[in-house]
């Protein structure tokens, strides 16, 4: 057995490959993606590529041409369905019948939209975003529907939603909680967004869920059932709730799992011989307590390099500040570090400029910083919080956003 075998194809998968070959590792190494195109970015899948700003030509992270310069084999349109393993290695068969084997393997198998409950019988013009061809055919249903649902108010359907009002399209968008960005972002953001999409003609049902699709003579949905009885009319729903991740290879390799594989800070799972990184992943981070779910390009790429490093033999741990950013329209929103836990949160500006930041600390350490259309903000936290500042003089000097953030947070000297 030789070699490494990375299992799916997207930001981690892509990143294990190269990061692999950046540590000078010259064994095989095989990435297999189920998707039928080699590893792109998702990102815009939700914003410019649904606005058909960005041709499908720039998804890609890199080209062929690198895959063929570093020698990673990539196999595209194939899952790998069922493997084994042993103290020196293992097997892997794909759906498709191909067998390979390995000494390492690498699980970067991402996540999955939740679905609604039974798929609400599965309409035509139910849609979910997760991958291109999920965005080419809501792309395609842009030429006949006008009346849009946005299931969920997280980050994809508010990007969504902004993509199709930017298209003249009439948006509703439901949300189960009292709140946007109930799992995801402090309140002060939730309700900024609530405001910013209100502004530009978005319509919402906060605190409601969706019991039902109705269907026309076609069978696509015509009309979207509230709990309290409302429908909302529409000519095409987008599903927006949340990921979950898919068990069953773990549970074939008898790897520890907890609604994603349980990896430690360097990236390995309870296998001596398995890493994982990315969206299939629940680890520590050392900016939380416990384990944690991190859904977001710079986690993937931060825990595949980390877990290139451990096939390697090395021993980096996962320290990476955490970031994140959200483009929708003209509200760009950049994040750093993590919220949960913090006992303080200051205002930095006034939402109604859509140009403020959230800072948020635990007593006075920073923990967090969520930036809107303030980029400076976002790099100074990104940099501070790496280091481990904390709130020096009054917190009205953070509060002010004349004043630079680096001025109002330090580093204390003993960790500098
Ligand atoms: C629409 C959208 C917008 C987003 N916007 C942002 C953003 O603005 N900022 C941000 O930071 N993050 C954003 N994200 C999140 C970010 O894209 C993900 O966190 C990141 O892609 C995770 O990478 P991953 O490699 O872990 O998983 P994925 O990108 O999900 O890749 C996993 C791949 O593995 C494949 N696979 C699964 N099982 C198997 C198997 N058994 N065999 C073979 N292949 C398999 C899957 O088909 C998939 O191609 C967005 C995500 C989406 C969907």
Known sequence: MTGTLIVGGGQAGAQIAAGLRDHGYDRPVTLVGSEHIPPYQRPPLSKDYLLGKLP???????????????????????????AGIGDDGGWARTA???????????????????????????????????????????????????????IGGGFIGLEAAAVLRAHGKQVTVVEMADRLLNRVAGSELGDFY??????????????????????????????????GGETLACDAVVAGVGVVRDPRLAEQLGLAWDNGVIVDRYARTSHPRVVAA??????????????????????AVAQAKVAAATICGRTEPYTAVPWFWSNQGTLRLQTAGLHAGATRRILRGDPRTENFSVIYLRENTLTAVEAMNR?????????????????????TAVADPDIPLADALAVPATTT
Do not use: W
Not at 200 to 226: E, H, I, K, N, Q
């Open 278 to 299: 990315g969206d299939c992943v629940l680890g520590p981070h050392p900016a939380a307590t416990g384990r944690i779910r991190l859904e977001s390009v710079q986690n």
């Open 96 to 150: 498709d019948g191909r067998r390979f084997t390995f000494e390492y393997l690498a699980l970067a198998t991402g996540a999955q939209p939740r679905r609604l409950p039974g798929d609400m019988g599965s309409p035509g013009n139910l849609l979910y975003l997760r991958t291109v061809a999920d965005a080419d055919r809501l792309r395609s249903l842009l030429d006949t529907a006008t009346r849009f649902v946005v």
């Open 194 to 227: 609530l405001d910013a999409h209100r502004r530009r003609g978005v319509g919402f049902r906060l605190g409601r869920s969706v019991t039902a699709l109705t269907t026309g003579a076609t069978g696509d949905a015509v009309g979207v059932v509230l709990d």
């Open 375 to 395: 980029p400076a903000d976002f790099a100074t936290a990104r940099t501070l919080l790496a280091a481990g500042a904390e709130l020096v003089g009054p917190a």
């Open 56 to 82: 499908a030509a720039k998804l890609a992270l890199r080209n062929e041409q690198y895959y063929a310069r570093k020698d990673i084999d990539v196999v595209t349109g194939t899952s790998v369905t069922e």
